[in-house]
């Protein structure tokens, strides 16, 4: 399995980004894909997750309504818009994969990762 995120960058407060994940070596029907990330000095914590079919979302609640996660069957990659900005989602986001439809928001439920992409918010 492998897995390419991209699309982060440098981006005011109250501004938007989409980040990408391109998904490769397998069939994923039976997969959950999610985004995580990890801020200087912090614990990687959840942000969102998503089945494969798209038929299932879940937010952490400090993303809820702001960030948007979704498939694209086309492309075969899970992406994420960020909107409305904060200079606290300042991090490396990472996209990961689990061989299971069921949410979960533990790193250690996420067995497949992808190389991070860089966030950065200004105030």
């Known amino acids: 399995v492998q897995l390419q995120a991209s699309g982060g960058g440098l981006v005011q407060a109250g501004g938007s980004l989409s980040l990408s994940c391109a998904a490769s070596g397998r069939t994923f029907s039976y997969y959950r894909m999610g985004w995580f990330r990890q801020a200087p000095g912090k614990e990687r914590e959840f942000v969102a997750s998503i089945t494969w079919s798209g038929d299932n979302t879940y937010y952490a609640d400090s993303v809820k309504g702001r960030f948007t996660i979704s498939r694209d069957s086309a492309k075969n990659t899970v992406d994420l818009q960020m909107n409305s900005l904060k200079p606290e989602d300042t991090a490396v986001y990472y996209c990961?994969?689990?061989?299971?439809?069921?949410?979960?928001?533990?790193?250690?439920?996420?067995?497949?990762w992808g190389q991070g992409t860089q966030v950065t918010v200004s105030s």
């Open positions: 990961a994969a689990r061989s299971s439809r069921v949410p979960a928001t533990a790193v250690s439920n996420y067995y497949y």
